[in-house]
């Protein structure tokens, strides 16, 4: 069964504080993706990957970065986490060509307090 | 930016009921989807609809795209209860690199 992991399902860090996201994906795809999800906005895309050490900003990509050293891998860091950070973390990959969906990962809801 | 926009944002029939959500979206595509989530999970895919398409059946789902009107509407027949959830349409564009989702409908379905 093909999977995107997500590391955390919940986390919970202070105002300030270097925060980690990680996803893996089994499924050797090219491209990796992170998007935030709030109530009546949807999801929207912060950055995504479509290479290894490739990165590519999305529509909200302002106090996030993300790192691709491995095809697999595909972290997103929040670098000072601020309350309006607190927010639902998607990530998804797919094959960087058409006619293929996205595969998500179950979300990491985070909490900045 | 947000390319596709669902309507109505909510939805509640009753189990047995057809339920269809329409997704409207403002440029060109080279395909659109839908996907579900059920509350506070990822999201799954649910089907692919080409440019090149008008219309796809997957078991009771129904999806149907007019790229002339820029809208395309999924249609959920025989609904039941385990249908409650989320549903989001996205638009891709060729490498499939730099999809964009709607705000979604929240479907109830109720037994």
């Known amino acids: 069964d093909v999977k995107v992991t997500q590391s955390s399902r919940y986390l919970v860090k202070r105002t300030g504080e270097k925060v980690f996201l990680e996803c893996v994906q089994d499924m050797d795809h090219e491209n990796m993706f992170w998007y935030r999800q709030d109530p009546g906005l949807g999801l929207r895309l912060i950055y995504f990957s479509y290479d290894v050490k490739m990165k590519e900003k999305g529509d909200i990509p302002e106090g996030y970065s993300v790192s691709r050293e491995k095809k697999e891998r595909f972290s997103l860091i929040l670098e000072s986490a601020s309350t309006n950070q607190t927010s639902m973390y998607l990530c998804a990959s797919s094959f960087n060509r058409e006619g293929y969906g996205y595969t998500f990962g179950s979300g990491t809801r985070l909490t900045v307090v | 930016s947000q390319q596709g926009e669902e309507d109505p944002q909510a939805l509640s029939i009753q189990e047995g009921e057809n339920a269809t959500m329409n997704c409207s979206y403002k440029t060109s595509i080279n395909n659109l989807q839908w996907y579900r989530q059920n509350s506070g999970r990822g999201l799954v895919h649910l089907i692919l609809i080409r440019s090149n398409e008008r219309e796809k059946h997957s078991g009771r789902l129904r999806v149907t795209l007019d790229t002339s009107k820029k809208s395309s509407s999924l249609l959920i027949t025989a609904s039941r209860a385990a249908d409650t959830a989320s549903y989001f349409c996205?638009?891709?564009?060729?490498?499939?690199?730099?999809?964009?989702f709607g705000a979604g409908t929240r479907l109830t379905v109720k037994p």
């Open positions: 996205a638009t891709a564009p060729y490498n499939n690199n730099d999809m964009r």
